[in-house]
């Protein structure tokens, strides 16, 4: 399979031969990073995209789950162009802002909002929020989460197993080079769907005299495949970040959108201090946002924070934001959503059980995978012992000889968009069979 993906991907390796003399490692994030050499796109429309060799393929990466409109949306596509012509950038509120925010709010049940231009962006400047607010330093974070690349929350992602150790009381472990020892020390992570150890550890931190500002966490996790809370979970949590007077936020950078009209906040019927939003929010444009109740978001209204981006709330990005919501992310457009991933979730549980093969899928709203394991991933540890990386990345590349682009990592899932049809949910769940085929027989 390897070789079939080389020999059809020619103009990739030509040019990522070129790229590597002036873009560093060839890419523009290291997330594009794949061996031997990454994909380079083209072009892309509605469910299809197409490489500089000319290969088309369905979309099932969709951005790393930013595209939920599809490529080249007609109404993003106009909001964009109407607003270019009155001009780009002011670093000055526009209506828009105003419009996107008393959506969002209507949305999510937050009552004030705030622009970033990422996830990152937005998780940094919420996690600064929390901190001014409760006058405390240390963050706790769900161990194996993702929030982005600052420093505060580049700590306990992807590690190995065996570093991994007390269950209860795990360390604190930097995501590569360049992150402070003292800034690591300040993040503390505890395991997805463990109420019992979130609460343990805050106690014991507040007897070390730094009781966390913030419980940062995704509500469903969206970087192990797809990891759903267990029942009450998230109620538990929202219970003992109350009681210890802990800011709960909600990263729905990934969620957000995808599963739903108002996000897994109102999915889940669990309501945080504080949400984070990027990826789907900006119809594909570079964007971020953050919601927050009026008593935490009371630091940014009375000037002690500084939430300021010279790019904040840019005219461009918030007009295509606002088409996104009002013209493409309807409610029927999510009925849709909800449609076709129950198709491709059923395609792949009746392949899955018709081969017998060690795994699940798994999914919700527009977002979901197979999990090439034979017991249930309920956290970082049961994701790293359990799930084999081997068939994830033998999947990957069985789907990208039969013209189904997907992301590259093994943690991570497919996003739909609502440009997606049947056809290509069955040329999917058609792929996965016969790779279910290949590898049984
Ligand atoms: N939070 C979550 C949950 C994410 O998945 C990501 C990106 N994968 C981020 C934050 C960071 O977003 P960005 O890459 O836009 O900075």
């Given at each position: 399979?390897?070789?079939?993906?080389?020999?059809?991907?020619?103009?990739?390796?030509?040019?990522?031969?070129?790229?590597?003399?002036?873009?560093?490692?060839?890419?523009a994030s290291?997330?594009?990073?794949?061996?031997?050499?990454?994909?380079?796109?083209?072009?892309?429309?509605?469910?299809?995209?197409?490489?500089?060799?000319?290969?088309?393929?369905?979309?099932?990466?969709?951005g790393?789950?930013s595209?939920?409109?599809?490529?080249?949306?007609?109404?993003i596509?106009?909001a964009v162009r109407e607003r270019y012509e009155q001009g780009t950038h002011f670093a000055a509120p526009t209506e828009d802002a105003v419009v996107v925010a008393?959506n969002l709010?209507?949305?999510?049940?937050?009552?004030r909002w705030r622009y970033t231009n990422s996830g990152s962006e937005s998780t940094m400047d919420a996690i600064r929020i929390a901190r001014a607010?409760?006058?405390?330093?240390?963050?706790?974070?769900?161990?194996?989460?993702?929030h982005g690349h600052h420093d505060t929350v580049?700590?306990?992602?992807?590690?190995?197993?065996?570093?991994?150790?007390?269950?209860?009381?795990?360390?604190?472990?930097?995501?590569?080079?360049?992150?402070?020892?003292?800034?690591?020390?300040?993040?503390?992570?505890?395991?997805?769907?463990?109420?019992?150890?979130?609460?343990?550890?805050?106690?014991?931190?507040?007897?070390?005299?730094?009781?966390?500002?913030?419980?940062?966490?995704?509500?469903?996790?969206?970087?192990?495949?797809?990891?759903?809370?267990?029942?009450?979970?998230?109620?538990?949590?929202?219970?003992?970040?109350?009681?210890?007077?802990?800011?709960?936020?909600?990263?729905?950078v990934?969620?957000g959108?995808?599963?739903?009209?108002?996000?897994?906040?109102?999915?889940?019927?669990?309501?945080?201090?504080m949400v984070t939003l990027a990826k789907a929010l900006g119809g594909g444009l570079p964007s971020g946002a953050i919601g927050g109740?009026?008593?935490?978001m009371?630091v940014v209204e009375d000037g002690s924070v500084y939430q300021v981006g010279t790019y904040n709330g840019n005219p461009l990005v918030v007009a295509a934001i606002r088409a996104n919501l009002?013209?493409?992310?309807?409610?029927?457009?999510?009925?849709?959503?909800?449609?076709?991933?129950?198709?491709?979730?059923?395609?792949?549980?009746?392949?899955?059980?018709?081969?017998?093969?060690?795994?699940?899928?798994?999914?919700?709203?527009?977002?979901?995978?197979?999990?090439?394991?034979?017991?249930?991933?309920?956290?970082?540890?049961?994701?790293?012992?359990?799930?084999?990386?081997?068939?994830?990345?033998?999947?990957?590349?069985?789907?990208?000889?039969?013209?189904?682009?997907?992301?590259?990592?093994?943690?991570?899932?497919?996003?739909?968009?609502?440009?997606?049809?049947?056809?290509?949910?069955?040329?999917?769940?058609?792929?996965?069979?016969?790779?279910?085929?290949?590898?049984?027989?």
């Open positions: 399979e390897s070789k079939r993906l080389n020999e059809a991907t020619g103009a990739s390796q030509e040019m990522y031969q070129r790229a590597r003399k002036s873009l560093s490692a060839g890419v290291s997330y594009q990073l794949r061996d031997p050499w990454p994909i380079y796109l083209e072009r892309g429309q509605g469910p299809k995209v197409w490489d500089v060799d000319g290969n088309e393929m369905w979309d099932f990466h969709n790393f789950g595209m939920l409109q599809g490529h080249a949306h007609p109404a596509g106009r008393e709010s209507a949305r999510w049940g937050l009552p607010y409760t006058g405390r330093d240390t963050v706790m974070k769900i161990f194996g989460s993702y580049m700590v306990s992602i992807g590690v190995e197993y065996d570093k991994i150790g007390d269950h209860e009381n795990l360390a604190s472990l930097p995501y590569g080079a360049g992150i402070p020892d003292a800034t690591v020390q300040m993040t503390v992570a505890v395991p997805f769907n463990d109420a019992g150890a979130m609460e343990r550890r805050i106690i014991a931190l507040d007897k070390e005299g730094r009781k966390p500002a913030c419980v940062i966490m995704e509500p469903a996790m969206m970087n192990l495949g797809v990891v759903l809370p267990e029942p009450g979970y998230l109620e538990e949590v929202r219970e003992i970040t109350r009681r210890h007077g802990v800011v709960l936020i909600f990263d729905e990934k969620t959108l995808c599963i739903g009209p108002g996000g897994a906040t109102r999915r889940f019927g669990v309501m945080p201090d109740t009026e008593e935490v009371s009002e013209e493409v992310l309807t409610d029927e457009a999510h009925a849709h959503l909800d449609y076709l991933n129950d198709r491709i979730l059923a395609g792949c549980r009746r392949v899955i059980e018709d081969y017998s093969l060690p795994g699940y899928a798994v999914g919700l709203g527009g977002k979901g995978c197979v999990t090439f394991s034979p017991t249930k991933v309920i956290d970082y540890e049961t994701f790293k012992a359990n799930q084999s990386a081997e068939l994830s990345d033998l999947a990957w590349l069985f789907n990208m000889n039969r013209g189904i682009f997907m992301t590259p990592g093994r943690e991570e899932e497919w996003t739909l968009s609502v440009t997606h049809t049947d056809e290509a949910i069955d040329a999917y769940v058609d792929c996965f069979e016969e790779f279910a085929q290949a590898i049984t027989s």
